[in-house]
């Protein structure tokens, strides 16, 4: 079965600093995808960052960038020089391309940036 | 702004009650989610539509249907409201190209029944 685990409820992390936000992954299937969405406490649902499983570097998009390691089916997140307005939950999804097409949600990491 | 627009932004009613959430995806993207966000049960797949048919179900009650329509705008209806239903109700759109496929997510309808 498909299940996306982060075993970080919180997280602290100073002005400036990097941080990594841990999330592995289960699935037997070849092909899928890895999401990061950050959830701010307004409620919306903001699309982060995007692996493919066939993708032989690891993604980028600006402060953001995730460090795949296929091997041991992780996808961890790092923020870069965080920002006050990085405080948000951030969750990690996988997308598999079963009989049925559906994203799975991991629990979510609460992260607060300190000044 | 994703461009996924969802109606209304609240809304609160009383059990026994029936509702409509409605969805607008983005421009071109004809796959459509939903989604259930609660604080026990965090981000919960409800269905899915591709093109207006169904294309898989998540864990959606039975009390709740959907339906995507031919301008690919939909709709979630939760009928014989309980207070457990009381969530943030997402909708998603994809292009639908395949595993990679992003879902952007609507700013949500926050459903409390009292």
């Known amino acids: 079965a498909q299940k996306i685990t982060q075993t970080q409820p919180g997280m602290f992390v100073q002005e400036k600093e990097a941080v990594t936000l841990d999330c592995t992954y289960d699935?037997?299937?070849?092909?899928?995808?890895l999401f990061w969405y950050k959830q701010p406490s307004s409620g919306e649902m903001i699309f982060l960052i995007y692996q493919g499983s066939y993708d032989q570097q690891n993604a980028t998009e600006g402060r953001y960038s995730l460090n795949f390691q296929k091997a041991r089916k992780s996808a961890n997140l790092v923020i870069s020089a965080s920002q006050l307005g990085d405080s948000a939950m951030y969750f990690c999804?996988?997308?598999?391309?079963?009989?049925?097409?559906?994203?799975?949600f991991g629990p979510g990491t609460s992260l607060s940036v300190i000044p | 702004d994703s461009g996924v627009t969802q109606t209304p932004k609240h809304l609160i009613t009383a059990t026994g009650q029936r509702v409509t959430l409605r969805c607008s995806p983005r421009?071109?993207?004809?796959?459509v989610y939903w989604y259930q966000q609660s604080l026990d049960q965090g981000l919960q797949f409800l269905i899915q539509?591709?093109?207006?048919?169904?294309?898989a179900k998540g864990n959606i009650l039975e009390r709740f249907s959907a339906q995507q329509f031919p301008d690919l705008h939909s709709e979630l209806n939760l009928s014989s409201l309980e207070l457990g239903d009381s969530a943030l109700y997402f909708c998603?759109?994809?292009?639908?190209?395949?595993?990679?496929?992003?879902?952007?997510f609507g700013p949500g309808t926050r459903l409390t029944v009292l």
């Open positions: 998603a759109s994809s292009v639908e190209g395949g595993a990679g496929a992003t879902q952007y």
């Open positions: 421009s071109g993207d004809l796959s």
């Open positions: 699935t037997s299937d070849p092909s899928y995808g």
């Open positions: 999804a996988m997308r598999v391309k079963t009989s049925y097409d559906k994203v799975i």
């Open positions: 539509y591709y093109n207006g048919e169904e294309r």
